[in-house]
């Protein structure tokens, strides 16, 4: 995973930074420091320069990833000229990937950097490790997930007028 990027390590090494910016990460901002430290453990850290791809539509992957520094612009293919769209722009303490982490499916967009950006990974084998270690702390990030991605639904949905957006996705 990412071996042509800078491997930073695993998070646990960064669990001062990402306490600093605790309150802009929507994934964490009612977690305690100490679920926060027991959450990094099972996270790896990576730079990636701007205009490099960091999933890519129609492709498999069972992670998620947390954006530490930089942002993201989410595209969908379409059949325009340019070949794609703009969905969103997202940055710091935003996630992406969540979508195929929990159901399997191939990416259902391409994510860009807009800037060197440093992310955490948390994959679906650290999802399953943690629900087995520690079920409470598991749930709860479980949850939180779906909140985000019924929040981001809504906020799509929002954005296109009658229907639209359903001859979209
Ligand atoms: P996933 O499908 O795993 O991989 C691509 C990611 O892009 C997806 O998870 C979401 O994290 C993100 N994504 C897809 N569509 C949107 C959207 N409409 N708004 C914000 N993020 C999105």
Redo the contacts with the bound molecule.
């Keep these: 995973m990412y071996s042509d990027l800078i491997h930073l390590g695993g998070a646990d090494k960064y669990v001062d930074e990402v306490l600093e910016i605790i309150n802009s990460i929507k994934l964490l901002d009612d977690f305690s420091a100490d679920e926060v430290r027991y959450l990094c453990a099972y996270m790896q850290c990576y730079a990636a320069p701007r205009d490099y791809s960091l ?1 890519v539509e129609g492709t498999g ?1 069972d992670y998620l990833l947390l954006i530490l520094s930089g942002g993201v612009d ?1 595209y969908k293919n379409d059949a325009s000229a340019e070949g794609r769209h703009m ?2 722009r ?1 940055g710091i303490g935003d ?7 929990i159901d399997g499916f191939p ?3 391409t ?1 860009i950097t807009t800037h060197p950006t440093d992310f955490a990974v948390f994959s679906r084998a650290s999802m399953q490790e943690l629900l087995v270690n520690m079920p409470k702390l598991g749930n709860k990030i479980l949850i939180k997930l779906l909140q985000l991605m019924t929040e ?1 639904l809504r906020d ?1 949905s929002n954005r296109y007028p009658d229907g639209a957006f359903f001859s979209l996705v």
């Design positions: 999933l992957g989410v969905v969103a997202l996630t992406i990937g969540e979508m195929s982490l990416r259902s967009a994510c981001r799509t």
